[in-house]
Structure formats: structure tokens, C-alpha cells
């Protein structure tokens, strides 16, 4: 599959489709990270180089499947809208693909549960998730590092 380039989101960040997200997702049984945008959105175009500029989200990214919509590619579907179609919103799926909507943004608003203003707000909640949906590349590492010793 080829790597997606998604410009301006952080170029290091390995980006999917929507599609080959949820396959990936499922084949190494990780979390996938959904990122909702639209190419005219104002407050996406003001956290576009706040994200892309986060080394916490870029070193964070790598436990996630990352998967990126602009425009027309947004999921369709009542579990990807959870609380309205609001732009930006980062949605957290779990490996099956089912969107889990207790990893929303704590530290923002009510009403919009799945905006994110700053990265760190998102970071938050990546490592919630981290803790929550296990990822196995974790527990490889603590073997290798066992077999070392």
C-alpha cells in the first residue's frame, strides 16, 4: 500500500486511506486514529501546522493506525458523526473498526467532544487510548529487551 502524502499533516507521519486504515488496523491489531477535515475549514487550516509540528503526536503516532479524510473521503455513517459533523474532529477507533466514543478531547468543549484545538489536548487522549486498546508491538519490544538481559 502505497503511503499516503498528506500535505501539511506531518510529513513523517505514516498516513493511510480510510480504507487500507481499517485493514491495517485489524491485520496488526492496533488503534486507528481518524482525523476529519475539509480543505476549506478554518480551524483545521489553524491546527494543521500545530499537528504537524508535535513530536509528541509524531513519537505517538507510531502505536496508531493514522488515517486522514479531507473532503469528500469522510466516512459515512452514524458512528462517525457521533455528536454532529463538526470539522476538524479525531475520531479513535478500536482494531475491529468500531468507533469508541469515550476517547474524546476532556479538556475541550461540551458540545463538541471531538475537536481539537491544541496538539497536546490530542495527545491526551492518544495515550488514553494507548492504555486502554493495547497494542502488541509493546509487549514485543519488552520481550527483546528480556532476551537481552
Not at 477535515?37 to 493514522?66: V, Y
Not at 473532503?71 to 479525531?90: A, C, F, H, S, T
Request: proline share 5%.
Amino acid at each position: 500500500h502505497d503511503v499516503l502524502y498528506i500535505k501539511g499533516w506531518g510529513d513523517d507521519i505514516e498516513w493511510k486511506t480510510f480504507e487500507d486504515g481499517l485493514q491495517a488496523a485489524k491485520e496488526q491489531n492496533k488503534p486507528l486514529m481518524l482525523v476529519i477535515h475539509k480543505t476549506w475549514c478554518g480551524a483545521c487550516k489553524a491546527l494543521k501546522p500545530q499537528f504537524a509540528e508535535s513530536k509528541d503526536i509524531k513519537e505517538l503516532s507510531k502505536n496508531f493506525i493514522m488515517v486522514h479524510t479531507e473532503d469528500d473521503e469522510e466516512p459515512k455513517g452514524d458512528q462517525y458523526v457521533p455528536d454532529g459533523g463538526y470539522i476538524p474532529r479525531i475520531l479513535f477507533l478500536d482494531p475491529e473498526g468500531t468507533v469508541r466514543k469515550e476517547f474524546y478531547n476532556v479538556g475541550g468543549h461540551d458540545e463538541y467532544k471531538y475537536y481539537y484545538f491544541s496538539p497536546d489536548l490530542i495527545v491526551e487522549t492518544m495515550k488514553r487510548v494507548m492504555e486502554k486498546i493495547h497494542s502488541p508491538s509493546e509487549e514485543n519490544k519488552e520481550k527483546t529487551v528480556s532476551d537481552e538481559l
